[in-house]
């Protein structure tokens, strides 16, 4: 039996990405994730190991392109993909150790797909700070080294129970050198996603949830003043960031927070008008964020609902309709493709059949960014 995509079904949502906010304690992380939420979730107070339990919550990520193709097919619903946030207690020296919440603090970020790193860079001698100095490249050190030496500790724990496990078979080479490969770097003091590693042993290292290896983005949380030029310490960070190629962004948590708490949507622009801004620095954060993790968008559509959908870059038709329901990559047969241009050009799905614009793509087809797909497959 051949069936599309359905509201007939019930759908089987798999596990989203989601990033972790990490930083030292008292550096805004709660804020931040209660702006981003728009929720008073996670108690913001201003001592160490306030979050101990990480606070978790799902943000939608408004696209335009949807809002569009939503008003093309007259669908009685838009919904809007979603990305997760996970606020992780603050960490301390000697976390790796044991030190504050130590190992648990670690599990929690272990299981997160990427990593916001946020660093400090205000002065407010109302907010004590764990060192009792404001040095964002020390917090930056601090916070990098725990996790190095966190994954050091792993990473020879597992070569460790390899060998036992394979004393006297024949194993691997390859897999052997790859463990005698991140145990010599980490043990140089080099993160690991600043090695070079093989697609194929990047997928291996990922199996194990090291984390040195995750994507990373730092935030720079400025006072009010500063969100647009930055100030001297989120400038120090800025020319850090560079020789480690990894991006970075300015934002002012509670003004932020301020701000995800208007609910006028005038009100609120008039808000960011007064300080300087376009956008809120929370949007710009939440598409770093999927750039982070590598994600694209494809769309479903029809007088029923519009909906996006992520997928990283370079998966398979199967395996995007999977992210639907398990049974479109099981049962697999096809995937009807417009691409998004198209669809707006040509007013909808239907004409864009009639002037041969959709394309029938077969399992090796890799899903391009906003696609607007429907799969057919075999119950």
């Known amino acids: ?28 992380k709660s ?3 209660n702006a981003l939420t728009s929720t008073q979730i996670a108690e913001s107070k201003n001592y160490p190991f306030c979050t101990i339990e990480p606070n978790v919550g799902k943000v939608e990520i408004k696209d335009k392109r949807l809002d569009l193709i939503s008003e093309i097919s007259k669908s009685e619903k838009k919904i809007y993909n979603q990305l997760e946030f996970v606020d992780i207690a603050g960490l301390v020296k000697g976390a790796s150790k044991g030190e504050g919440l130590g190992n648990k603090f670690l599990s929690n970020l272990s299981e997160v797909d990427a990593i916001i790193h946020l660093v400090r860079c205000f002065n407010d001698k109302n907010i004590t700070h764990v060192d009792d100095e404001i040095s964002p490249l020390n917090d930056i050190s601090v916070i990098e080294t725990e996790l190095l030496l966190s994954d050091l500790s792993k990473a020879e724990n597992i070569y460790e129970n390899f060998k036992k496990k394979n004393k006297g078979k024949k194993t691997d080479e390859n897999i052997i050198s790859l463990y005698e490969k991140v145990v010599k770097n980490l043990n140089d003091g080099k993160l690991l996603r600043n090695c070079s ?18 994507p990373q983005i730092y935030v720079c949380n400025v006072d009010e003043n500063s969100i647009i030029e930055g100030n001297d310490l989120s400038k120090q960070v ?13 934002i002012s948590a509670g003004i932020e927070s301020e701000i995800s708490q208007i609910e006028s949507i005038q009100e609120k622009n008039e808000f960011l008008s007064s300080i300087g801004l376009k956008e ?6 939440i598409k770093d964020g999927y750039d982070l993790l590598n994600l694209i968008s494809f769309f479903t559509s029809g007088p029923k609902e519009s909906k996006s959908w992520s997928c990283q870059t370079g998966t398979l038709a199967p395996d995007a309709g999977a992210k639907i329901h398990t049974d479109f990559k099981k049962g697999f047969i096809k995937a009807e493709v417009i691409s998004y241009s198209d669809f707006v050009e040509y007013k909808g799905e239907q004409n864009c059949k009639d002037i041969g614009k959709m394309r029938f793509e077969g399992k090796d087809y890799i899903v391009s960014d906003a696609d607007i797909i429907t799969f057919k497959f075999n119950v």
Do not use: D
């Open 1 to 28: 039996m051949l069936i599309k995509t359905s509201v007939h079904l019930k759908v089987r949502f798999e596990m989203g990405f989601n990033c972790g906010i990490l930083g030292l304690p008292n550096v805004g």
């Open 31 to 33: 804020t931040l994730f």
């Open 197 to 214: 590693f093989s697609n194929s042993e990047i997928k291996i290292l990922k199996e194990f949830n090291l984390l040195t290896i995750k």
């Open 238 to 250: 800025e020319a850090f960031a560079k020789t480690k190629n990894i991006k970075v962004l300015n």
């Open 280 to 285: 809120t620095s929370l949007s710009k954060l």
